[in-house]
């Protein structure tokens, strides 16, 4: 009984020791992996003037979008000659919470591509939806970061009414997006690709804007994100208990 249980516990043991070679292999791989990484990152960590002066215009040609401004900051400019609607570029971007500190590199193709775009006198308008900073409005309108809604607000007719702002949702790779694909979305029209979109949370003309729930959504929500992960099943077991 004895030496068979010690048995029993020897070859967990017995197991690991020969796995331990190829492991310590593997690490090695790992290791040497992640320094080549690390080492071919290296030269592109320190902001280089390209990076630093896109970041620059970036931050004069954007506006923050809040709960509070988003509505007058997206409206179409009474006072412009053009006839066209009025085209805005919503970039949506979050930090380690909302977008698990994965958007850098789409922060930094934006950047660069807000700097090339902005030169342009047909570029659109740029705004920022930082989920961190509002996230009720991100919930408001069921989006994730990093994305782009491309917005499209047609001027009011003579008679003041308003033809409904078109909205085109496009979700971007959080690894692979290029500076020169966010660019397209505008030179080349490439938002045009997808239909816009039309659901429930279209921030204008959606069922949730127009009976105005989107704010209590949000905060709805927001709540549930808030809320820690053990409590649903302390509240699912007190309800299915009470009903028992
Ligand atoms: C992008 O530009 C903003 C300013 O508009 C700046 O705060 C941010 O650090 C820049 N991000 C990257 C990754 O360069
Ligand atoms: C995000 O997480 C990183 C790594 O965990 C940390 O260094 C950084 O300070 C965090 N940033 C914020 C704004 O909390
Ligand atoms: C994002 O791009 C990477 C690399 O090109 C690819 O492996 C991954 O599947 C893409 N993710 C999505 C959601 O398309």
């Given at each position: 009984m004895r030496f068979s249980s010690s048995i029993v516990?020897?070859?967990?043991?017995?197991?690991l020791a020969q796995e331990q070679v190829p492991l310590?292999?593997?690490?090695?791989?790992?290791?040497s992996q992640a320094q080549s990484f690390v080492s071919s990152a290296v030269p592109s960590v320190p902001s280089s003037?390209?990076?630093?002066?896109?970041?620059?215009v970036a931050e004069h040609v954007e506006t923050s979008l809040t709960l509070e401004n988003?509505?007058?900051?997206?409206?179409?400019?009474?006072?412009a000659t053009t006839a066209g609607p009025e085209d805005f570029m919503v970039y949506i971007t979050g930090g380690n919470k909302t977008c698990y500190g994965v958007c850098d590199h789409a922060d930094k193709a934006w950047n660069d591509s807000v700097a090339l775009l902005s030169a342009s006198p047909s570029a659109p308008k740029f705004a920022v939806l930082n989920c961190e900073n509002e996230p009720i409005l991100c919930n408001a309108w069921a989006v994730?970061?990093?994305?782009i809604y491309y917005i499209s607000i047609p001027?009011?007719?003579?008679?003041?009414?308003?033809?409904?702002?078109?909205?085109?949702?496009?979700?971007?790779?959080?690894?692979?997006?290029?500076?020169?694909?966010i660019t397209a979305i505008s030179t080349k029209e490439?938002?045009?690709?997808?239909?816009?979109?039309?659901?429930?949370w279209h921030p204008f003309s959606g069922l949730i804007a127009q009976y105005q729930l989107g704010m209590?959504?949000?905060?709805?929500?927001?709540?549930?994100?808030?809320?820690?992960?053990?409590?649903?099943?302390?509240?699912?077991?007190f309800f299915s208990r009470s009903f028992m």
């Open positions: 516990f020897a070859l967990p043991a017995l197991a310590a292999d593997k690490i090695k791989g790992w290791l003037p390209v990076d630093a002066g896109a970041a620059k988003w509505q007058s900051v997206l409206s179409a400019d009474p006072s994730g970061p990093p994305s001027h009011a007719l003579a008679d003041q009414s308003a033809p409904a702002p078109l909205a085109y949702y496009i979700p971007l790779n959080r690894t692979s997006v290029t500076a020169s694909e490439t938002y045009k690709t997808n239909a816009p979109y039309e659901g429930i209590p959504i949000g905060y709805v929500l927001w709540g549930f994100s808030k809320m820690p992960s053990w409590l649903p099943m302390i509240l699912i077991s």
